[in-house]
């Protein structure tokens, strides 16, 4: 993708200078009796002393033939460019100026005797001193007396001053101290409430098994007792069976079936290491993002210190008394975020096109029921194919369904969420097509758009209506009722992305590149509800997580979560790298994932500012040296509603199958 600018200026600061009548700058008067005038007003200074030209006190004053006074360099100036009186608009040259010496003379004592009215007593006397008047000795040291008492003084205020500053800053610093620990004792008071909540729930749960232990004594006898115990090991005699498995005996063994109990046990102890086992890595993964899961828990509960809502303890197979919400969904972020470490290849086919070299798989989109999904990019054709049959088939199997050759590259696609033959496309020349995948033809296209489109989506709540969004900086909106657009906004920046809200046909998110995106109501488009800022530079991809949660993508390296109903940032998410192309972008109710330049995808947890797991594409040519591969980079990517499992592609024409796992 290549950036696009719009070429902001900097707003100027205006300044005003002083101006002649004729529009040349002067240089305004510098003097005393200038200063002066400032400060004393008018009312102290004779206006006939002001300049006509500069309206400051006249300095090296000139007289000029028709009888008027000014600044040597105004007027001087003033008939650089006029040959007039500036007063009395006679005819005026330079030879008819003449020194007035008289004006000048004038001014200089006008000059001492402001200056003398204006300077301090210590002023007065110090030049009583300096010209010579008489003191005697003890009047000086009256004065000096008077001068040691009020120096005394002023040391006292400006140490009691010092003082006073010391003092607001120790209560300003005791005051957020205070704060903090207040904020800390909160935190240690949610930890104290959870620990507890936490701890009768874990002995919650090992009664439950012993109870089950019981039972199943009572229904099956002892051999269905031993096998619940070596399944479960109970809280209670996990020390005793570890004494009997390091004493090399077993009591089983007296019953004369001492080989298959054996057996048993060490199936049990081989899946009881295997749990520890995933146990210390999730464990492992919990420290490792530590600083954000503290964040993430001390916020939920902040914000949720609330008991569990009746709907939800119906929803928990134990009732959990005593938990709150903020408890129960930090629990949730954390369950999610540690079960899985990687990303597992489960398959791959390649989007390759004997007809075009290039092979970039610009969107890749599941249709309304995640049975097919369909490709597009450079090669000017979009491929469907069935996803159980690439998963499960052997490699060289992997055909499309159906092949739809397109008249440009295609830049987007976008399933109709109701009619599930139906996808949307956008190519190069600006022509939003429809398509029907079972006939291979097009339904619709329309061609209003001027420059390249760059998306198209389907709106989630009315079948019939799309939108679109281009290079021509113009969003529009279709109906496949009509042939022509049903309305227009105009923008002052390219559209790089255009997405419907799924909870309503009124509401579209647009990302463009004056680095905002802007969240508009389709029934009032003269302005947007909302224009969220914070991306450094051209927004890519815009998606929504729910109906008020919007995940957004731009070529600063950025993803970013946005909440449209309170019109807030959330989240900014870093870690993967993207400054000039398109490199996918797709959410689902928990995870974020993205492409990166580096030819890695990336997933996030929407809770988790850093990345969950990311998956390097390795190179399909075996002879492509390590320079070469590193200039491949993710161009798409889709998950499988909220499963786990993605469907990724990137400019070499690779596709694969990428799912979560632990």
Request: include cysteine.
């Amino acid at each position: 993708m290549e950036e696009c600018s719009t070429g902001a200026l900097v707003p100027a600061v205006k300044v005003e200078p002083i101006l002649s009548s004729i529009g040349g700058s002067v240089d305004p008067c510098s003097s005393d009796l200038g200063r002066l005038t400032e400060e004393k007003g008018m009312s102290e200074v004779d206006k006939d002393l002001l300049c006509p030209i500069c309206m400051q006190i006249v300095k090296d004053a000139f007289l000029t033939a028709c009888g008027h006074s000014f600044c040597y360099m105004c007027i001087i100036t003033h008939l650089s460019n006029k040959s007039d009186c500036p007063c009395c608009a006679q005819s005026l040259s330079k030879n008819q100026l003449f020194p007035n010496f008289l004006l000048d003379k004038l001014l200089k004592k006008t000059s001492a005797q402001q200056i003398s009215k204006s300077a301090s007593p210590v002023e007065h006397f110090r030049q009583a001193l300096q010209q010579g008047c008489e003191v005697s000795i003890k009047e000086l040291d009256t004065l000096l007396a008077l001068l040691a008492e009020k120096k005394r003084k002023m040391e006292q205020e400006e140490a009691e001053r010092n003082m006073q500053i010391l003092l607001d800053f120790l209560n300003c610093l005791r005051k957020q101290k205070v704060q903090e620990l207040n904020e800390v004792q909160s935190h240690l008071q949610f930890l104290k409430e959870d620990l507890s909540v936490v701890e009768r729930r874990r002995m919650d749960l090992y009664r439950a098994r012993d109870r089950y232990s019981v039972r199943q004594r009572m229904l099956g006898g002892d051999d269905s007792v031993n096998g619940a115990r070596n399944a479960w090991p109970s809280s209670i005699d996990n020390n005793t069976s570890a004494l009997r498995v390091r004493g090399g005996t077993s009591s089983w063994n007296i019953q004369g079936r001492g080989l298959q109990r054996n057996d048993a046990l060490s199936a049990s102890d081989s899946q009881y290491v295997n749990q520890s086992g995933l146990a210390v890595a999730r464990k492992k993964r919990v420290h490792a993002l530590f600083d954000e899961l503290q964040e993430c828990y001390l916020q939920k509960r902040r914000q949720m210190n609330q008991p569990y809502s009746q709907l939800e303890r119906d929803r928990t197979v134990i009732p959990r008394e005593g938990y709150s919400t903020g408890l129960a969904d930090f629990q949730s972020v954390l369950t999610t975020l540690t079960r899985y470490s990687r990303m597992r290849v489960i398959a791959e086919l390649r989007h390759e096109d004997l007809f075009h070299s290039a092979n970039i798989v610009s969107s890749i989109e599941f249709d309304r029921d995640y049975e097919l999904f369909a490709t597009a990019g450079v090669s000017k054709c979009i491929k469907v194919f069935d996803f159980s049959s690439v998963v499960n088939d052997p490699a060289d199997m992997h055909t499309a369904v159906v092949e739809m050759p397109t008249r440009s590259k295609l830049s987007c696609l976008s399933w109709n969420k109701f009619t599930k033959n139906h996808i949307a496309s956008t190519d190069y020349e600006g022509i939003v097509t429809v398509w029907d995948v079972d006939t291979r033809q097009s339904v619709m296209e329309y061609e209003e758009h001027e420059k390249r489109a760059w998306s198209v989506d389907f709106s989630c709540t009315e079948p019939s209506m799309l939108v679109s969004g281009s290079d021509d900086c113009k969003v529009k909106v279709w109906c496949t009722k009509q042939e022509a657009s049903v309305l227009n906004i105009d923008m002052k920046a390219n559209i790089c992305c255009v997405k419907y809200n799924p909870g309503s046909s009124n509401c579209i998110a647009v990302g463009s590149a004056d680095h905002h995106i802007h969240y508009y109501d389709l029934r009032n488009v003269s302005q947007p509800l909302h224009v969220f800022t914070g991306h450094r530079k051209t927004v890519s991809y815009v998606k929504f997580l729910s109906n008020y949660e919007l995940a957004s993508a731009s070529t600063d390296s950025t993803l970013r979560l946005w909440n449209v109903k309170d019109n807030i940032p959330v989240r900014t998410f870093k870690g993967h790298t993207n400054e000039k192309n398109f490199v996918g972008l797709t959410v689902n109710n928990e995870y974020i994932a993205c492409g990166s330049e580096t030819n890695e995808v990336f997933v996030y947890h929407k809770e988790i500012s850093k990345p969950v797991t990311w998956h390097r594409f390795g190179s399909p040519d075996m002879e492509d040296t390590e320079d070469d591969a590193g200039s491949y980079f993710i161009s798409a990517v889709c998950w499988k509603s909220d499963s786990p499992t993605m469907l990724t592609a990137n400019s070499q024409g690779t596709i694969k199958v990428l799912v979560l796992a632990a």
